[in-house]
């Protein structure tokens, strides 16, 4: 599913990060790889707060629809 999608406070595992090249390279760069755990802080607006590798990413709900968990 798509980690829009994914409930408040769920610990979730990336499957697949999908999307235009450069977004993927930098969505990597933030730490969103295959088999990175991820946990949605908040979403608002689907806007998504999550916490990756002890820290705290802001995506839009553009990317959050791109990372599968």
Request: charged share 25%; glycine share 10%; no cysteine.
């Amino acid at each position: 599913m798509p980690l829009i999608l994914a409930k408040e406070g769920e610990s979730n595992y990336i499957k697949k990060v999908t999307g235009k090249e450069e977004t993927r390279l930098f969505l990597e760069k933030l730490g969103f790889v295959t088999g990175a755990a991820v946990t949605v802080i908040s979403s608002m607006g689907g806007n998504v707060i999550v916490n990756i590798k002890d820290s705290r990413v802001a995506i839009d709900k553009n990317m959050a629809r791109g990372i599968i968990v």
